[in-house]
Antibody
Framework: QVQLVQSGAEVKMPGASVRVSCKASGYIFSDNVIHWLRQAPGQRPEWLGWINNGNLNSYYSRDFRGRFTIIQDTSATTVYMDLTGLTSRDSAVYYCAREKGGRYPYWGQGTLVTVSS | DIQMTQSPSILSASVGDKVTITCRASQTIDNFLAWYHQKPGEAPNLLIS???DLEGGVPSRFRGTGSGTDFTLYIDNLQPDDFGIYFC?????????FGGGTTVDI
């Protein structure tokens, strides 16, 4: 079955960077697109960007361009998101999700990123 | 960006009730509208795509309608497992955007 397993919770200082991983299994990795979203407490999900797991093209929300990057290790079927210049407003649960025509039937379990001094 | 507005933000209901949640887009999104259900501490779960297409395993008591900018999620015969937050999402244009959520309190 399709599984997306994310790395564990992170606590970071303001100004630091964070990397979250998303290990995919149970389907043909290179035939799909994985997105990253985040959800702050009590808020709606917010879309961050995607990577095409076949051709490695990526596309980001303009609100995060310049400090958000998605990369992948194809042999490990793992996608990574990097977010730099962290502030308290970046504290949220970060999710990877496999896209199906623009919507998300498959999600990772979420990774809590806390930014605090 | 397309803004998605849901109402109500909170809804109190009882088991067996029929529930109605509305979602309005700031511009037409054709039929590129999905609904999700989220329980505390879990990722959102996709219920409905393309306005009215139920995902596999979703009970038929869930029904979606609408077109253009106005959409509705109906839940018939509310069950205890239905508590949580419901979000709509448009996937007509990037950035993909979600409604603010409707908390169904049973």
């Amino acid at each position: 079955q399709v599984q997306l397993v994310q790395s564990g919770a992170e606590v970071k200082m303001p100004g630091a960077s964070v990397r979250v991983s998303c290990k995919a299994s149970g389907y043909i990795f290179s035939d799909n697109v994985i997105h990253w979203l985040r959800q702050a407490p009590g808020q709606r999900p917010e879309w961050l960007g995607w990577i095409n797991n076949g051709n490695l093209n990526s596309y980001y929300s303009r609100d995060f361009r310049g400090r958000f990057t998605i990369i992948q290790d194809t042999s490990a079927t793992t996608v990574y998101m990097d977010l730099t210049g962290l502030t308290s407003r970046d504290s949220a649960v970060y999710y990877c999700a496999r896209e199906k025509g623009g919507r998300y039937p498959y999600w990772g379990q979420g990774t809590l990123v806390t930014v605090s001094s | 960006d397309i803004q998605m507005t849901q109402s109500p933000s909170i809804l109190s209901a009882s088991v067996g009730d029929k529930v109605t949640i509305t979602c309005r887009a700031s511009q037409t999104i054709d039929n590129f509208l999905a609904w999700y259900h989220q329980k505390p501490g879990e990722a959102p779960n996709l219920l409905i795509s393309r306005v009215s297409d139920l995902e596999g395993g979703v009970p038929s008591r869930f029904r979606g309608t609408g077109s253009g900018t106005d959409f509705t999620l109906y839940i018939d015969n509310l069950q205890p497992d239905d508590f949580g937050i419901y979000f709509c999402q448009q996937y007509r244009n990037y950035p993909l955007t979600f409604g603010g959520g409707t908390t169904v309190d049973i």
